[in-house]
């Protein structure tokens, strides 16, 4: 991938922004296991680090700390268990780890980087991550979602300046895992839906630009359908390649919206009332996947609507506290005061439907053409494949978008009377 290209295509964007990033380099190619200090030397990352990882990506990375001892890193290792999380206190025993080098090396995926993200962002570190599955589009990204307790918070973080990949890796990933990278990249179908449509009712900010770099990415992925599940190594390095695009887009946008829609906010929830209950949840990608589906069908019944009848939202805050519960309810009402809808004037949202409607089928599959894809790649597709109770779900369904503090078409059911019980899975 040329990062030149993407900052050239970006350039004087008539968006107005001035679109920047901080990833320097993005290398991924076959063996390049073995070129891990290299790679970080060539492109001046610091010599004394910490590497954080976990046993099943170090396992599939095995001779990467050789590989940076014989180029002259010197560094001490932060291994989890098997890290399926990525809380706080994991941040902040990163962050006390840290303190004495000069840059934090992520070898693995989605929790190991969110983990290193952050704590690399509060220490002021170097950051430079290397990936072992496309289960993701987290890598490129600025964001790092942080459980606090059990609330899961979207927190501003680092961009890593490397990112190194080894396609031989990335092939031989577990399929669950390539068909969550899948699952991750398809969801932005709805994302786009959701950001234009606050686009066009509150005047937030959106770049066309930027919109085309995610869908330049799912196109890709999507034409790689059939061979997701393969151990093939271009199919993967093109997988891989696609979902850090995204994760580019998003630090280029400087909001998640490019990427992800009120699919993640559901996937947030169930995740957070599991977590309650001392459950880890699913892989990011395959929850997310799922919950696409949810809501494509959601969203083309509601084009099906010839227009709509819109009013300021009536909401009953105990009703939504109570569905909370007393964990999450303060974190929950923190975001929504004053209430995100406040932005949206109902006589301008009837006026727009129209062009909601023709933004849902423009860029949102129908929930067949999706469900084709997901078949080709593995994908999961009901609740039960991740461990969703069908009570979760209707929870989620309905309670979800009070989880952050944003305008999707989920949330905006609360303007128009449109149900918000109805449960599609
Ligand atoms: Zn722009
Ligand atoms: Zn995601």
């Avoid at 770099?213 to 390649?241: C, F, Q, S």
């Avoid at 023709?358 to 997901?374: A, N």
Wanted: hydrophobic share 40%; net charge negative; aromatic share 8%.
């Amino acid at each position: 991938m040329d990062i030149g290209q993407i900052l050239k295509s970006t350039a004087n964007c008539p968006c107005g922004r001035n679109h920047t990033v901080d990833v320097k380099a993005v290398e991924i190619g076959s063996g390049l296991l073995n070129k891990v200090g290299e790679i970080l030397e060539k492109h001046g990352f610091p010599k004394k680090i910490l590497v954080v990882s976990d046993n099943n990506a170090l396992r599939v990375s095995k001779g990467i700390l050789d590989n940076l001892m014989e180029c002259g890193f010197v560094f001490d290792a932060r291994v989890f268990q098997n890290q399926r999380t990525a809380d706080i206190t994991e941040v902040e025993e990163i962050e006390a780890l840290c303190k004495n080098v000069d840059g934090v090396l992520a070898v693995g995926t989605g929790s190991v980087d969110d983990i290193c993200r952050y704590a690399a962002a509060r220490q002021n570190k170097r950051f430079a991550i290397f990936g072992t599955a496309p289960s993701m589009d987290g890598y490129a990204s600025d964001g790092s979602p942080i459980t606090f307790g059990s609330f899961k918070l979207t927190c501003q973080a680092k961009q890593p300046e490397i990112i190194i990949a080894d396609t031989k890796i990335l092939a031989e990933a577990p399929v669950e895992l390539k068909s969550a990278g899948f699952g991750d990249m398809i969801a932005k179908c709805v994302g786009l839906v959701d950001w234009r449509v606050s686009n066009i009712l509150t005047g937030e900010y959106y770049c066309e630009n930027i919109a085309n770099l995610t869908r330049e990415a799912v196109k890709r992925i999507t034409a790689l359908a059939d061979k997701v599940t393969l151990n093939n190594e271009k199919a993967a390095g093109a997988i891989m390649e696609s979902l850090i695009f995204t994760g580019i887009a998003m630090k280029l946008a400087g909001t998640s919206r490019p990427a992800s829609g009120c699919e993640h906010i559901i996937s947030h929830f169930w995740e957070s009332k599991k977590l309650e209950q001392g459950l880890i949840s699913d892989f990011h990608g395959k929850k997310v996947g799922v919950a696409t589906l949810m809501v494509a069908k959601e969203y083309h019944k509601m084009a099906q609507l010839e227009s709509i009848k819109a009013h300021k939202e009536n909401i009953d805050w105990k009703e939504i506290e109570q569905a909370y519960g007393e964990n999450l309810a303060p974190e929950m009402l923190k975001l929504n005061t004053p209430t995100v809808t406040d932005e949206v004037d109902p006589a301008v949202f009837e006026e727009k439907w129209q062009e909601i409607r023709q933004i849902i089928r423009d860029e949102l599959p129908t929930y067949e053409e999706l469900m084709k894809l997901f078949k080709l790649t593995g994908a999961a597709t009901t609740i039960e494949e991740i461990a969703v109770s069908p009570e979760l779900c209707k929870l989620a369904y309905k309670y979800h978008p009070f989880m952050r503090r944003r305008i999707s078409l989920m949330r905006l059911r609360w303007m128009f009377d449109y149900p918000t019980e109805y449960c599609p899975q």
